[in-house]
């Protein structure tokens, strides 16, 4: 409930909006029980001033009742139209609230700390908890305050014609407002938790099985994943019946506490009224206020019943936002160095306190305006250097600066502002061509936007699609073939205009005619940067080109591919290499 409690701490910025939508449910709930408790009375008098003659007709004032009875109604459609309004306005603001509260939080972490995390997981969290978040203050919050202070004002109000029926209808609500809605939630709790993680493991295994379906259906693993969906879908349903269940309980308890209540006050209002202690026309006040003071709490059982999943998703949110992130920004950045060199001196480097070192003691030198390849078995140290660079993860020893400017002091934002990164995963969104090249220059002009194109031969097919720039790409690129794709990503590139290029294996999964077409565009989006390639394509590095062989986060070898291949040292470790990298 810790986490619940932390929520409610972010509801600050909208008490204006939470205190009007409380105040009109209330205004609302009010006028119910005004409305059926006024109209009780009326008619019962009316009917016993009908008996009594025209003198005691003429001398009952049917307007002023008449008029409550309205004034009653209309506030009632009012306040309610005007409650759902004020209600989903401040529900929808605190939801965008806690979404970008949560991305915000989540940005920072990316891709290093959430690395280990699935995709599909990381979705339902943004997507599914804050949504669950969002209706703790509509179906938990909300009911619970209007239920207090309504029950206090109705059986106040039935307390100064009756105390015993004020104090019976207060018991009643008490009993209904608290007592079902405790059980409910010591009985649906636990089910309640276990429908949030099941449809979080739900989706998870769903996105994941989307996303990786042309694998499974090569290594025949679909039937064995699909089983795993189904028996997730089959205990989710078995957990929502469970609730389901419970929910008619509450529901039923209330409506039989409602019932009981209403017959006391009955049974109250006719022994005061025998005894002519009491009006007869109040006994229909008596009763119908009692039964209209439980739409106050009718929906407390089901709201509590699910603050269980309310608050397991409270955890998951606050779970991932309280991580710390991976690299501590300064609070500003120094001016930009002349010269962009990247040198690392006895660099060591890992992802967790236990975990091994991912860069033990790597010192390496790149010249500003050089070409150079990086190749190494899995685990070499690859990745690590490129997210060392990218200030996606810290260093713990040694020295890595950029134009002599230790990148510790620099803020990753504008250390990334001077790398364009191309890989075989590179994002495309659902949007259209021109949408996703301006990812890389929001303010490009379309003439930008050409250039770019042509420069990564991709200009004549977008011309000659009908809509041009406006083309959609489809959802991950659907309507693109893999060679187009990547194109759209040099595109976007060579928009960038860095200084740094990284390719990491970007022509990866291509047949070989449009790999050797898009290497002589990279050739062209390379020039005048400088460009540090990951690939395990020993054919297509050139003799002049600088090769560093990475081993166990340390340089192995470093020198000219011409150089290397003809040293007799490196010749048994370029060809284990190769075939290292040809089972991957």
Do not use: C
């Not at 309507?479 to 590139?493: D, F, Q, T, W, Y």
Request: hydrophobic share 50%; glycine share 10%; charged share 20%.
């Amino acid at each position: 409930m810790r986490a619940l409690i932390r929520l409610l701490r972010l509801y600050g910025p909208y008490r204006a909006w939470i205190a009007s939508g409380l105040l009109l449910a209330l205004a609302t709930i009010l006028a119910n029980f005004g409305l059926l408790a006024l109209a009780g009375w009326f008619l019962a008098t009316a009917g016993l001033v009908g008996l009594g003659g025209y003198a005691a007709q003429n001398a009952f004032n049917f307007f002023t009742p008449a008029a409550g009875v309205r004034f009653f109604a209309t506030v009632r459609v009012l306040g309610r139209y005007a409650g759902r309004i004020v209600d989903h306005e401040a529900a929808l603001r605190q939801l965008a609230r806690l979404r970008v509260f949560l991305f915000e939080k989540l940005e920072p972490l990316a891709p290093a700390a959430l690395a280990a995390e699935r995709s599909g997981d990381l979705l339902s969290r943004l997507v599914a908890d804050i949504d669950r978040l969002g209706d703790v203050y509509l179906r938990v919050l909300a009911p619970f305050a209007v239920a207090v202070a309504a029950a206090l004002a109705m059986a106040g109000t039935l307390a100064i014609f009756v105390p015993l029926a004020g104090l019976a209808l207060l018991a009643g609500l008490a009993l209904a407002g608290l007592a079902v809605p405790a059980a409910s939630l010591a009985l649906g709790a636990r089910a309640s938790r276990e429908v949030v993680t099941t449809r979080n493991e739900l989706r998870a295994d769903a996105v994941d099985a989307i996303q990786g379906l042309a694998e499974l259906l090569t290594y025949n693993a679909a039937p064995a994943v699909a089983a795993r969906i189904g028996d997730a879908n089959d205990r989710l349903i078995a957990r929502e019946a469970r609730l389901a269940a419970i929910a008619g309980l509450g529901a039923g308890a209330g409506q039989l506490i409602a019932n009981a209540t209403m017959g006391a006050a009955l049974l109250i209002g006719l022994e005061l009224a025998g005894a002519h202690h009491l009006p007869g026309a109040d006994v229909p006040l008596l009763t119908l206020g009692a039964l209209a003071a439980f739409e106050a709490v009718a929906p407390l059982p089901q709201a509590f019943q699910l603050l269980g999943g309310m608050a397991e998703s409270a955890r998951r949110v606050f779970a991932i936002a309280d991580r710390a992130p991976p690299v501590r920004e300064p609070k500003r950045s120094p001016a930009r160095p002349q010269h962009l060199d990247i040198a690392l001196s006895g660099v060591r480097l890992r992802y967790a306190p236990e975990a091994p070192w991912a860069l033990d003691g790597l010192t390496l030198t790149i010249r500003e305006g050089e070409h150079v390849t990086i190749l190494g078995r899995s685990g070499a140290g690859k990745t690590s250097f490129i997210n060392l660079l990218l200030r996606f993860v810290e260093y713990e020893e040694g020295s890595a600066s950029l134009g002599g400017v230790e990148l510790r002091a620099i803020r990753g934002d504008d250390v990334r502002s001077l790398f364009s990164v191309v890989s075989q995963r590179t994002q495309l969104f659902a949007g259209s061509i021109r949408d996703n090249l301006r990812i890389a220059r929001p303010d490009a002009d379309d003439a930008s936007l050409w250039r770019a194109l042509e420069t990564a031969a991709l200009s004549e097919f977008v011309r000659a699609r009908s809509r041009g720039l406006d083309s959609p790409v489809g959802e991950g690129a659907a309507r693109l073939s893999g060679g187009e794709a990547r194109r759209l990503a040099l595109a976007r590139a060579a928009l960038r205009d860095a200084p740094f290029l990284v390719l990491d294996e970007p022509t990866e999964g291509l047949d070989p005619l449009t790999e050797a077409a898009l290497r002589g565009d990279l050739g062209r989006l390379a020039a005048g940067r400088t460009v540090i390639s990951i690939t395990h394509r020993l054919a297509f590095i050139a003799p002049n080109d600088r090769i560093v062989v990475l081993d166990s986060g340390r340089v192995a070898e470093d020198g000219t591919f011409a150089v290397l291949r003809t040293d007799g040292r490196i010749v048994p470790r370029l060809a284990r290499l190769q075939e290292d990298l040809a089972r991957i």
